[in-house]
């Protein structure tokens, strides 16, 4: 006597999410797949996720902001200077680290989700692959992060020429803005290469990679890149560097717009990792 495969014991899942994992595959052109409890589970898993790292990103800026703004309330006095004071730096890379903490617990807890619904299951899809980084985010997105990330550090450490102690101040907390948006951009591309395959099936299989792929080219979208040089330098620094800071946001924006028009869209990518497996 043979046994049938027990079903799926996964977390119930709310009709709202098979809901919007149906409308995911019709956009992704897989409107043929079943949307299934595992990958709407997966699917609000990772909104939710998305969520909390925008909120990890915003809190980033507006700490640099503050920091910026506690500098210039505590050196100026009545009309008059004071010295810089290294409390705001202090707080700022305290307060950067902190959010590196809180990134690692979060991938580590989608990491522990997709674990646990990967032993849930029945069976498992043949087969299955562990995408790298030239799949996942391609050559042409890597090449567009490490130029956008040189560019705005190099604007930052031009600031710092600057024979102003205000606008160097201000450069210094750009930069290490900088350098915990890139730690954290790091640490979430890791964990898409590494977090495990779950997959009960060709299609979600496919919508595994798909999910990598979108997933990556959103986190290297270079959002506080633009966005701290801008806010906290642009009409305090020299008119050259406002001038450069402004042709930097134009050239980053029309290449960002050219690279979303000419490569694969996220859904090709992913049919195109299945076939030459």
Request: a positive charge; charged letters at 15%.
């Amino acid at each position: 006597m043979t046994r049938e495969p027990l079903p799926d014991a996964g977390p119930p899942v709310r009709a709202a999410d098979l809901r919007l994992a149906g409308e995911w595959l019709a956009r992704h052109d897989l409107a043929d797949a079943r949307p299934t409890p595992l990958l709407a589970g997966r699917l609000a898993v990772r909104r939710r996720a998305g969520l909390a790292a925008n909120v990890v990103l915003a809190v980033l800026i507006l700490a640099s902001a503050l920091a910026a703004a506690y500098d210039r309330l505590a050196t100026s006095a009545f009309g008059g200077f004071q010295p810089h004071r290294p409390l705001p730096l202090l707080a700022l890379t305290a307060l950067v680290a902190g959010l590196l903490l809180a990134q690692a617990l979060l991938d580590w807890w989608v990491r522990r989700i997709d674990q646990r619904a990967g032993a849930t299951l029945s069976r498992r899809a043949a087969h299955l692959i562990q995408p790298g980084w030239r799949v996942v985010l391609g050559r042409p997105y890597a090449v567009f992060a490490v130029a956008t990330f040189a560019g705005a550090m190099a604007l930052a450490g031009s600031a710092l020429a600057v024979p102003d102690s205000t606008v160097r101040q201000l450069a210094v907390i750009v930069l290490i803005g900088l350098l915990g948006v890139t730690a954290i951009t790091a640490m979430q591309l890791r964990h898409l290469l590494r977090r495990p395959v779950v997959a009960e099936d060709e299609e979600s299989l496919t919508a595994d990679v798909i999910m990598r792929v979108e997933d990556a080219r959103a986190v290297t979208t270079p959002n506080v890149q633009w966005t701290l040089p801008m806010v906290l330098l642009f009409g305090t620094a020299p008119g050259w560097w406002s001038a450069a800071s402004a042709a930097y946001l134009v050239l980053g924006l029309a290449a960002c717009i050219a690279l979303h028009a000419r490569t694969p869209s996220s859904a090709a990518v992913g049919r195109r990792a299945m076939s030459v497996r």
